[in-house]
């Protein structure tokens, strides 16, 4: 193995690749988090392909198998091929095969009985191989690693329900006589060990100093400029960060600058793809051509077209979204644009080291939109570059997660006492729920699974929340792609623009009974943002804090919201153009919340009379919940807030905030711990804007569903400065 290395081109692994790999032969399982381009991926194929090469002489054939998980198909075809090419010289003692949703029916047989590399992603792991285990028998006993890739990503909900899936296939492969190492790489992060622990129920060990060069990197913080236009409550417009972005992207690739830029929306991604090839097809028509746009929802030739263009440098420029985040070898790269702050700081440093690959120099430009946190950034750089990143938030014990990976695991195999210790202490105090439900039936000392259909159907890991909706061309019949059932209501309800590879479509009808939108050609000049609104109750209240008379609070809560409309508008300033009204059902969420509570007292010391209150309100809610990722794994579009100026539960002038994930995703639970520091920065964030009344830098959101109305910026000053007057010394910890 090390000739093959040598023959690689490495004459010497990096201090943390050695420390890595002999942790990893010492039957530790250990996490690797060291800068993006750091040569994480050598550190856990040293051991795995020296497993493959000493049990390839076994008699069964098969000898030793390791498996890879990664957050998504492409980075598992992508780990594929760098596997192929460092492991030629082995022959055919290395059998890499990926096993995803792409697989074609007549290959799959192959895989389970004859690769020894089985490369797929949590959902496979989950929906196909957990399920169908004594097909995977010979591999599972013969399974010496596990590799977990960008381990970071697996955070809040979905995070929980990956740690859930490991602890399956930990169970099964003790059922098989195996007990597997765990080798787990991740972008540089917080208490990493912790993380992975948490992840993988195992102690794991920490590899963390970045032992290889680095090339320089200029990091720009650009703030686009205000446009001569109003908006709402005649606020002035900044131009776009998506604008703003296309026209740099189109610049980098005049130069011939190889350029990826990383957008938060599928939508931002086709629409700045297609901005900046309308600006090169008037200066040079052959470059239009070598820019793209990569997201999820492509069908697989389509994503397997671009990553191949990208990698042949075919493509200068690619608007993508996080996809190209996650490792995927995109060598060569000149630049990278972030257009939009991206939620966290381990995902801003982990775009950002996507540029530079090489170890020379790189450009990296974040590029501000027009909201609460993107300004502060903007206007406080040391919140990025003089702090930690983030922890990763995840919680195996929510029961909301928890409960149907009982039922998957009872189906694999009846659970019983034995396994009380292996699921964590919420395993137990469920089980009788799920015999009331009907979904388990004990039987002795064992609990088995009841009903005829599967039982891993149960656990929506990705949180989609039901079926996909298939987006199919009326006239044709012709599937476009796909989109999550959650995302269905406002991306694609009935006039929404929709956009796939450069082409833009309208949609005619969204079927939510048969999960299928119906979408023509068109060519708009302009984008649609649907609108809802949301009530909110209190189920429980689990933890108070006096904050004097106020009261600060975490618990339980039902979140109803409904989409009732979408605004058209124009493509470039965002400018509103019209709206129109839907008629979509109602959708209810149990979740997590943080909330504060103020009394007549505050609101005398706050000078809120009735008549500005519910603006100060609202306006607090919306640059709480724009700043809460600052302090919380998460970005806004994760969260979601509730103000009103007398709620029925509490009885008084109350702001929520809360997960917008089913059960919670641990975002509020963080601003409770954080309360201090968070509405410290919210109140700053409002007070430093240099708006008169508010604007979409302080306390406008772009997902407001009452068209940011009313808003109240100094009474939002006031409350918050009383609030925090009366705050503890040292705010709860967690």
Known sequence: ???????????????????????????????????????????????????????????????????????????????????????????????????????????????????????????????????????????????????????????????????????????????????????????????????????????????????????????????????????????????????????????????????????????????????????????????????????????????????????????????????????????????????????????????????????????????????????????????LFSQPVESTVLDPDNPYVLAPHLCAAAAEQPLTESDFALFGPACEPLLPSLEAAHLLRRRNRSWYWTRRERAADLADIRGGGGRPVQIVEESTGRLLGTVDAEAAHTAVHQGAVHLHQGRTYLVRHLDLEDSAALVEAADPPYSTTARDTTSLSVLTTDETVPWGTARLQYGSVEVTHQVVSYLRRKLITGEVLGETKLDLPPRTLRTRAVWWTLTEDDLDTARLIPETLPGALHAAEHAAIGLLPLFATCDRWDIGGVSIPLHPDTLLPTVFVYDGHPGGAGFAERGFHTARAWLTATREAIASCECDAGCPSCIQSPKCGNGNEPLHKRGAVRLLTTLLNAAPAQPPES
């Open 1 to 383: 193995m090390i000739t093959t290395i040598r023959e690689a081109g490495i004459e010497h692994p990096w201090t943390h690749q050695a420390r890595a790999a002999e942790h990893a032969l010492d039957g530790e399982s250990v996490v690797i988090a060291t800068g993006t381009a750091s040569g994480k991926s050598l550190a856990y194929l040293a051991p795995v392909l020296t497993a493959l090469l000493d049990g390839s002489e076994a008699p069964n054939g098969r000898g030793a198998t390791a498996l890879y998980l990664a957050p998504t198909k492409a980075l598992a075809a992508d780990q594929r091929r760098a596997v192929k090419s460092l492991a030629a010289p082995l022959g055919n003692a290395v059998r890499p095969a990926v096993y995803d949703g792409d697989t074609p029916v007549e290959e799959r047989e192959w895989v389970r009985q004859y690769a020894n590399l089985v490369l797929t992603n949590p959902d496979m792991l989950h929906r196909g191989i957990l399920p169908s285990h004594p097909r995977w028998s010979s591999f599972l006993k013969a399974l010496r690693y596990v590799v977990i890739d960008e381990c970071h990503t697996y955070r809040g909900v979905f995070g929980s329900h990956v740690a859930q899936v490991i602890r399956r296939l930990r169970r099964l492969c003790a059922r098989y006589g195996s007990e597997p190492v765990f080798l787990l790489a991740s972008a540089t992060a917080a208490e990493p060990a912790v993380a992975a622990g948490r992840l993988t129920g195992l102690p794991v060990a920490e590899v963390a100093d970045d032992g290889s060069p680095r090339g320089e990197l200029v990091f720009a913080l650009w703030e686009p400029p205000l446009t001569e236009l109003h908006g709402e409550n005649n606020a002035p417009v900044r131009r776009t960060a998506t604008a703003e972005t296309a026209d740099l992207l189109t610049d980098l690739v005049l130069h011939k600058i190889r350029t990826v830029a990383f957008v938060r929306s599928r939508r931002g991604a086709e629409l700045i793809s297609l901005i900046a090839k309308d600006r090169l097809a008037a200066v040079d028509r052959s470059l239009p051509h070598r820019v793209a746009a990569y997201r999820g929802g492509y069908l697989p030739e389509e994503r397997r077209a671009l990553e191949a263009a990208l990698h042949s440098g075919e493509l200068l420029g690619l608007a993508a979204t996080t996809a190209l985040e996650l490792g995927i070898d995109v060598s060569g790269l000149d630049a990278v644009l972030i257009a939009g702050y991206p939620g966290t700081r381990a995902s801003l440093w982990q775009q950002a080291g996507r540029a530079g690959r090489s170890g020379e120099g790189a450009l990296a430009i974040l590029v501000a939109r027009d909201d609460p946190l993107d300004t502060y950034l903007a206007h406080h750089p040391e919140a």
